[in-house]
Structure formats: structure tokens, C-alpha cells
């Protein structure tokens, strides 16, 4: 009995490792956004959201050039370590924020570079490992940390206020049902703890009928608590301010988003970088007459019909492109 549950174990995960391999090397838009970066030679980039090096390894293949890839996820270690045995000195790899950048070239002595690209949202790895909390399809802990630090989703879930969990559903994933959804999970937790994806995403489906839905009802309450959990909102703002500090003259930067919420974060950053206005109450632009950023993609890139026939987690990107200028940053000099 006892070898028959290991093999058992060993196939599910022999299974999950299938799973990923299918869709963990399929960048989105990635012709599209390395062809943005123009690549050259002895230039620094940077690949602010590593994942499994996808972005990274087409880099350093266009050209001679060097690449700092950033991920707060520790599991995507090993991805690095593959791509520094084949780059050897051309590749650096940092388990940190992408927020982080400024203070991450810090010890390379480099103030500026060529171009950084960020993919964001959560990884395909990351969506189809049951056990890391993010997949609604998949059952497993009530997990959802990219960096695996910090409180889980199991315990927001099991603590935070009906009132409080509405409006994080509606604003952050724009779901109409907040309030019914909230009710229901707070409702359910009073008679069981959740602790498992399958439990939550099934509390949640009950609470509207499906025939409102063209996706799975449980998938825009799973992306607010993995964006609040996770900070995302903020880390965006403050990645993208740092990328805006750290690039050289003609340095381009490159964003793949997944949903409404970061594309407008993205495209409102662009315009309020290249027509000088305030970024936000809390994020004021230092007062210039000049524009830091020149946009390069009046209207987002989105995939082919092919990519998405292949690849159908592309379905729902976008990528905008901005060109530093060689005005001084809307945000002050670097901070080191």
C-alpha cells in the first residue's frame, strides 16, 4: 500500500511537470518585444521579471550584450542557473523586487542602460504548480506569495473583513459581483476554514450564476487577492519609476501586461512621463518643461492569431513601448 501511494504521488507529479513544460517556454510577444528593445552589442539590459528566462535568453542571442534578470520567486533559480552556465559572464541573476532595480546596479557601478522589459502578472509555472496557490483549476494550498514570504492567502482570506474583501475584489478585479462573492466567503469561513484553491474557486462560483460569465466565475476573484497579497499595484508604480531612472538616452522600455488594471497603470505612466503632468497625488513629477519619455506604440501590440492559437494564455496581452529621451528624469537622479 505503502509503494502504491508513492507511485501515485510520483505520477501526479510527473504530471504537473508535463503541465508546465507545455506553456513555461512560450514568452508572450516575445519577437515583438525584443524587436522594441533593438538590441546591441556591449549594451546592459534588463529583464525585470525573469520567470524562466525567456525574454532573457532571446536577448543575449540578438546580440553581444550583457543581461541582469530580477524575479522575487525563488523556484526560478535554477532557470537562472542554466542560463549562466551558457552565458557565462554575460548574465546576472537577482532573487529580488523589480522596484529594486536602481539599488541592484549598484554594486556593477552601471547608473544606466539600454533597455529593461517587464512581463507581468503571474508565470506560467507559477499557475500550473497546484501547490504554490494561484491556479483556481488546480486544488492545493491556499498560497498565492510569488516570493513565498509574507502572509498567504489562506490566512487574508480567513481574517479580513467582508467590507474590505468586496471592495478589494471589485477594484482590483473588476468583478461586478464583489459583494455577493465576499458575502459567500465570509458566510462559508464561519462554519469552515478554507484552505484550498478548490474550496475558495467553488464558494465563489456559487455565488453567480455561471451564465453571467464567458470565463470561469472564480478567475477575477483569484487575480485581487493574488494582486493584494503580492502588492502588485504599488510594485508596478515603483518599477516603472525606477525603469524611467535607470535608462540612458534612447533606452527602451518594454511592458507585456495581462489585464486592464496594469495596462491603464502602464499607459497612463507613459502619457504623464512624455506630457510632464503628475503622475499621481502620492508619486508628484518634478516640475520640467521637458518629457522623459517618447512613446513608441500610439496603441498597445497585441499577439497574432497564431501566437494565441498556440499559446492561448497570450489571448488577453498587451505590450506598450517608451523611449527614453535625453531630458533629466521626471523623478530626480538615481537614488544612489
Known sequence: KRATKINIKKAEWLKEILMINKTAHIPVLLEETINALSVKNEKFYIDATFGLGGYTRAILERKNCKVLGVDRDPDVTPAAEAIKVDFKNRFYFQNARFSQIEQLLEPSR??????????????????????????FKLNGPLDMRMSKEGPTAEEFINKVEEKTLANIIFELGDEVFSRRIARNIITERAV???????????????????????????????????????????????????????????????????????????????????????????????????????????????????????????RSAKLRVAERTAFPSQFGDAAW
Open 192 to 314: 469552515n476554514t478554507i484552505t484550498k484553491t478548490g474550496q475558495l474557486a467553488s464558494i465563489i462560483r456559487t455565488a453567480v450564476p455561471s451564465s453571467k460569465y464567458k470565463i470561469d466565475p472564480a478567475t477575477k476573484t483569484f487575480q485581487a487577492i493574488r494582486i493584494y497579497l503580492n502588492d502588485e499595484i504599488s510594485e508596478l508604480e515603483r518599477g516603472l519609476i525606477a525603469a524611467e531612472r535607470i535608462l540612458q538616452p534612447n533606452g527602451i522600455l518594454a511592458v507585456v501586461s495581462f489585464h486592464s488594471i496594469e495596462d491603464r497603470i502602464i499607459k497612463n505612466f507613459f502619457l504623464k512621463c512624455s506630457q510632464n503632468k503628475n503622475l499621481s497625488r502620492h508619486i508628484p513629477v518634478i516640475p520640467s518643461k521637458n518629457h522623459s519619455l517618447k512613446i513608441l506604440t500610439k496603441k498597445p501590440i497585441l499577439p497574432s492569431e497564431s501566437e494565441i492559437k498556440y499559446n492561448t494564455r497570450s
Open 110 to 135: 552601471i547608473k544606466k542602460v539600454a533597455g529593461i522589459v517587464f512581463d507581468l502578472g503571474v508565470s506560467s509555472p507559477q499557475i500550473d504548480q497546484g501547490h504554490r496557490g494561484f491556479s
